[in-house]
């Protein structure tokens, strides 16, 4: 059994409408659970964000993936959909598990990866044993996109700060940050789009129906999230039924201090959860 860094560094591909796309699959040699860990990421993100996060949790024992979503819009939805670009990173997703033979998996969905992930659920639930989502997008209602860009920028100058103050993150943040240009530069027209997307979408319908499904749905969400604040999630207090976790930290706190939230998700992802599908 090859290594954590070996395998990571090692991608695989999936056919997707003819474009070959990339994922990351680390196995490692004992399985805590059956069930493999998906790590869907969010705008500007890719595997290489969540990298040391999926490290730890290798080496905790659980097999992790997660993909690099393509700068490409397929149109596969030729109507005028606010969320054609989130449907297609759920078929992505689906492509993945379906190339995999997966027929449960735990999900870990940051921020905009929440959308896709929560979409994908929708397409298949039958896959989905149970699904975090982390600083997610799709929950704030009633936003504009000017005003989510600004939270963004917000969240850009708390995380600089942190490279200055936060020896810890620095590394984290600094990695993250080229990841996040890369995925602009390769498609600025479309990363606006996804902006617009993330900013009119909503979870809300979809959640209940997945809820009714039998799959446990959690919540991580920092303190200082300052990109999907609390206060803005009005729905949440709608949805009792949902396991909701304040962490201390930022947006960026999965995968500025990755310890912190492999510890979470160690004990989400091996711990009976038996309150689901209850009202």
């Not at 993150?169 to 996804?194: D, Q, W």
């Not at 200082?224 to 999630?233: A, C, R, T």
């Amino acid at each position: 059994m090859q290594n954590f860094q070996s395998q990571f560094s090692t991608k695989k591909q999936v056919d997707f409408h003819g474009k070959k796309i990339s994922f990351v699959d680390v196995i490692p040699p004992v399985q805590k659970s059956p069930h493999p860990i998906f790590i869907a990421p969010g705008w500007g993100e890719t595997p290489k964000t969540f990298k040391d996060l999926m490290n730890l949790l290798f080496d905790a024992g659980f097999r992790v993936i997660s993909v690099a979503h393509p700068r490409q819009d397929f149109k596969l939805i030729t109507k005028n959909n606010i969320s054609k670009l989130e449907f297609q990173k759920a078929e992505i997703i689906l492509s993945v598990f379906d190339f995999l033979n997966l027929e449960k998996v735990n999900v870990v969905a940051h921020s905009e990866g929440a959308i896709n992930a929560v979409l994908a659920a929708h397409v298949s639930p039958v896959i989905f044993e149970d699904i975090l989502l982390v600083g997610p997008g799709g929950l704030v209602e009633n936003e504009g996109f000017f005003e989510l860009v600004g939270r963004f920028i917000g969240n850009m100058f708390q995380d600089g700060w942190g490279i200055f103050t936060d020896k810890v993150a620095r590394g984290h943040l600094i990695s993250s940050f080229a990841e996040t240009f890369k995925y602009f530069l390769k498609n600025p027209v479309m990363g606006l789009l996804e902006g617009s997307a993330i900013s009119r979408t909503h979870l809300q319908a979809y959640l209940i129906d997945l809820h009714k499904e039998n799959i446990s749905i959690g919540i991580i969400l920092g303190t200082d999230d300052v990109v999907f604040p609390l206060k803005k999630m009005k729905s949440l207090s709608e949805m009792k039924w949902i396991d909701f976790h304040p962490v201390a930290g930022d947006h960026s706190g999965i995968f500025s201090h990755p310890e912190s939230y492999a510890v979470l998700l160690e004990e989400r992802f091996t711990t009976s959860r038996p309150n689901k599908g209850k009202q």
